[in-house]
Structure formats: C-alpha cells, structure tokens
C-alpha cells in the first residue's frame, strides 16, 4: 500500500479532476484575486498539480488547502476584532499557500498585522500565484523549521497575539508536537488572552502512527483527552497555565463513505489553546 509523501497520483488522496470549488474560495478567487467564473477551477488544477511535485500531503492531491478553515472556528469573530484594532500580531504556522492569511485579508484585516511561515518555500510562491498578489500582498510570508533553534521565527519570539495551526501538529510524533508547543509558547506574547487556534486529523483512541509525511517517520493522532494532558505537560515545563478547549468531529463526506487511508475512529479534532 502506498503511503503518504510518493508523488505518485494514483494514490486514494489525488483527485485528478476538479468539478468545482467551495462557495468561500469561490468568491475569494473572484473578488481577491479578480479571476473570472469560469477560469477558476482550471487555475486552481494547475497550481494544485505544481505544488504535488513541492511535497504531496493529501491536502494537496484533495485541494484540501481550498477549505480556508480559520473562518469557521468560533473564535474568529475575536480574532478579526482583535487584528483590526491594531494592536495584535497573527502568524500561521505551516500556512502552506497562506490561504487564511489571503482570506483574513479579504474580511478587511491590515496586512502587515499578518505573517505566515512554512517550511517549504514552494508553497509561498505558489500562494502568490494561486491568488494573484506577488506584487501587492504586504504580510511576510518566511520560511523557516520550527525545530530549529535560530531560525526567521526567532525573531518573532514574545511578539506574536495569534497562532493559527492547521494540518501542522499532526505531522509528528508526540515528542514533536510538544516541541512545537514549546515553540509556540515563545512565540506568542507572555500575556493573557495569547491564543492558539487549528484543527488536524485525530483518531477516538489516541495513538502513535507511522507517517512518510513526518521527518521523524511517526505522527501522533491525538483525541481530546490527550490534547488537554499534552497542554497540561506544556504548562507545567514552562510555568504557564492555558484554558484548553478542543473536539472531535467527522470528517464532512457524503453518508456512508469512507476515506480510503483513514484507520478506524479516524476523525477531526479542533482546538483553542488560550493563555490565562
């Protein structure tokens, strides 16, 4: 069976044909980026099939990275509200084609208040080419690897009001995403109300799985019993206490279908991670 990170498209996660994008993208294509009706979808096939050959993580083969799904979590109206008023930094960790960042923007937050990082290079220049803004786009887009002592994001450390994570934690084993908590905590602001927010694929029964999408070869399916006892773990090493709130969900699929890949009890987990 092949497994994720083979650039192979006929693998169960590439959908090679495209009928049509989801309402939110739609209108952030047309308006954003001024594209018309009909030349979305054969412009979204064309830079989705560039960034397989970047790295081939099912987002990808399933245009996945089209959800957008900072807007649907409950703390977006906050968030919103809080970069407007000026005073409050965002980054998205892992932001892939800075698809959120293009969507905040869109919903009237100032630009510069707004950075993405990922690790692949590939995916920035792409997410200028998806949505049409290299030359007009004033958020910095970094690369950086957030195991990396000094790195771009080290210069962030203590500034950042606003963490967005999606599809990121759960590309490593436990160790890792607690490595990654840990930079998460230097990264935002020693203040309360410094915010985490994304979703990942979970499982009902928290477990480590192997993973070729992992640079340590293994992910970390976490449930919400874990994620709060992971968070607690963080508290406890870095002498800071968070209100830790997260939920399990299925995955949105036609009623009796099942993802070819996903293991049993595989679902979606969201959650906020706020600092008291």
């Not at 952030?28 to 560039?50: A, G």
């Amino acid at each position: 069976m092949a497994s994720v990170g083979t650039k192979d498209t006929g693998v169960a996660w590439f959908q090679a044909e495209l009928e049509d994008v989801n309402p939110q993208a739609r209108a952030i294509l047309e308006t954003y980026c001024k594209l018309p009706s009909d030349e979305v979808v054969p412009h979204v096939l064309r830079i989705r099939d560039k960034a397989w050959a970047v790295f081939p993580y099912p987002c990808i083969g399933q245009f996945r990275f089209l959800d957008m799904p900072l807007g649907g979590f409950d703390a977006y109206p906050e968030i919103v509200q809080r970069l407007k008023s000026g005073n409050n930094k965002y980054l998205d960790l892992g932001c892939c084609f800075g698809q959120d960042i293009r969507r905040l923007v869109a919903d009237g937050v100032p630009e510069k208040a707004l950075i993405g990082c990922d690790l692949h290079q590939g995916f920035l220049d792409l997410g200028y080419d998806l949505f049409k803004d290299k030359d007009k786009l004033k958020s910095d887009l970094i690369t950086a690897d957030v195991f990396e002592s000094k790195s771009e994001l080290t210069q962030l450390y203590g500034s950042i009001d606003i963490i967005h994570a999606s599809s990121f934690f759960h590309l490593f084993g436990y160790e890792g995403q607690k490595k990654i908590a840990r930079r998460v905590v230097q990264l935002l602001k020693p203040k309360k109300d410094s915010l985490l927010v994304g979703r990942q694929v979970g499982n009902v029964k928290s477990h480590e799985a192997e993973s070729a999408a992992s640079g340590s070869g293994n992910m970390f399916l976490q449930n919400v019993e874990s994620w709060k006892r992971m968070w607690k773990e963080i508290g406890e090493e870095t002498g800071t206490q968070w209100e830790v709130k997260a939920t399990l969900e299925d995955w949105p699929m036609a009623e009796g279908k099942k993802i070819a890949w996903h293991n049993e009890g595989t679902k979606r987990i969201f959650f906020s991670v706020r600092r008291l």
